[in-house]
């Protein structure tokens, strides 16, 4: 290559390598300010949105993070290994969707509120499905025998596609309930700002890492 043309090249990979560095650390730090600002265990209410933003932000975002060229915390191991952390986390996160889905809905039965009547509650419930069917049409990946007719290739395709579906659908989510009246109540303008930087950026990072893998692998077909 050129040195004229490696230039731009070296200034990509740090730009994609920073803004994925950044994309853990804002996701891990929301994480750890809902944490705070929940104390989990106080109230049934707690518990939802602790358990969501580790679902969304923590366990889902690591759980794809981890294939990046540019930031994977284990990115000298075999793909096989990240496709088995993989699996953990997204397991971990459908659990912790489950649990904080379930709590809300009961904290609502206990208060006599009506169900699923916002934005945020309507678009939280197709995510929490979508991630559920998500990791169940995931399965076949595993046992390749009971998809018949399906190449490993196409599986993988269609996997990455509708993740990536699952995963915008969990930042829309996340950036609902922080517009909700609790949390804007609770944290300062420049705080909820800096909150709401982490599922907007996560959703462009893991956008874009999702689409130049699936288009890399669409020019070495052709
Ligand atoms: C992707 C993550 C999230 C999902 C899938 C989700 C899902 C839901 C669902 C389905 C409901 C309605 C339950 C019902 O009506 O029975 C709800 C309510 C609620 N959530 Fe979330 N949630 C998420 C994250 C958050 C976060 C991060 C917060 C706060 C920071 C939050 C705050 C609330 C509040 C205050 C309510 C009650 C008011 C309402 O129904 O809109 N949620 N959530």
């Known amino acids: 290559m050129k040195e004229a043309e490696a230039e731009p090249?070296?200034?990509?990979?740090?730009v994609r390598a920073a803004s994925t560095l950044l994309t853990h650390l804002s996701c891990l730090l929301l994480t750890g300010l809902v944490a705070v600002l929940s104390r989990p265990g106080t109230s049934w209410f707690s518990w939802h949105p602790f358990f969501m933003t580790l679902?969304?932000?923590f366990f889902m975002t690591e759980a794809i993070l981890l294939f990046s060229p540019y930031g994977s915390p284990i990115r000298k191991s075999p793909h096989k290994t990240k496709g088995r952390v993989h699996w953990l986390l997204q397991c971990l996160s459908v659990c912790c969707a489950a649990l904080g889905l379930a709590a809300?809905?009961?904290n609502k039965h206990l208060?006599?509120?009506?169900h699923f009547t916002s934005w945020h509650g309507l678009l939280g419930l197709?995510?929490?499905?979508?991630?559920?069917a998500?990791?169940?049409?995931?399965?076949p990946l595993i046992y390749h025998s009971l998809a018949k007719g399906w190449s490993l290739a196409k599986l993988k395709r269609y996997h990455a596609a509708s993740g990536l579906v699952t995963y915008l659908l969990g930042s829309g989510s996340l950036l609902l309930g922080l517009c909700s009246t609790w949390f804007a109540g609770s944290v300062g303008e420049y705080t909820w700002y800096l909150a709401a930087l982490g599922p907007a950026l996560s959703a462009l990072v893991i956008m874009s890492q999702v689409s130049s893998a699936y288009m890399a692998k669409k020019r070495l077909q052709s």
């Open 134 to 139: 998500q990791s169940l049409a995931a399965v």
């Open 9 to 14: 090249v070296q200034l990509y990979r740090v």
């Open 126 to 132: 197709l995510t929490t499905c979508a991630a559920g």
């Open 111 to 114: 208060n006599g509120k009506p």
């Open 104 to 106: 809300i809905f009961y």
């Open 55 to 57: 679902a969304f932000s």
